[in-house]
């Protein structure tokens, strides 16, 4: 299977933080930024796989500035690396005050998609190649968070077969 540059994964999601999502104290609520991350991320699966995916995990969430009502919150997600049927997808949120210009980082997260047939079953994904520097370490790095993930799904499956 032929691989594909991470630079044909990119996705890139921007929307105003309106009303309609603002929690009592006017920020966007965290349950609406989790979810622009993930369609963000899913868009950035299926352009690399040029298939159906599915969310199979997502890393800790970390919320490092808020996001006031009517700012602009831009997206920008690519897979990192791919594993068999699995890849990790990297995602970077940045705020921007559109009066003043200020662009703040508020969250990076990493997610776990797999590639599915029609029939809804794990498939093999193409590879990803990695051409800048950034792109090599994120590829190593996600290396590393797999074999952890791959540790808290081990200890999950066996505290659920002592339940």
């Known amino acids: ?5 991470v630079r044909e994964s990119v ?3 921007s929307e105003f933080a309106l009303p309609i999502y603002a929690n009592p104290l006017g920020n ?17 699966a299926m352009r ?12 800790s969430f970390l919320f490092l500035n808020p996001i006031h009502i009517g700012q602009l919150v831009t997206l920008r997600a690519s897979v990192n690396r791919v594993f068999r049927t699995s890849m990790e ?9 559109l009066q003043t210009g200020v662009i703040r980082h508020t969250n990076s997260s990493y997610l776990t998609f797999v590639g599915l047939t029609p029939e809804g079953a794990p498939r093999p994904v193409p590879p990803v ?12 790095a ?9 540790q808290l ?8 077969k002592s339940q």
Not at 48 to 59: E, L, N
Not at 129 to 140: F, K, V, W
């Open 48 to 59: 690399h796989a040029r298939c159906p995916v599915v969310t199979a995990s997502i890393d």
């Open 11 to 13: 996705s890139e999601l």
């Open 153 to 160: 799904r081990q200890a999950a499956l066996d505290h659920e």
């Open 89 to 97: 997808i990297g995602v970077k949120v940045v705020v921007e005050d």
């Open 28 to 44: 966007l609520l965290g349950g609406r930024i989790m979810h622009l991350v993930d369609l963000a991320a899913a868009t950035a």
């Open 129 to 140: 190649i990695p051409e800048t520097e950034a792109e090599r370490r994120r590829y190593d």
């Open 142 to 150: 996600a290396g590393l968070r797999r074999e952890s993930r791959l």
């Open 1 to 5: 299977m032929e691989g594909r540059p």
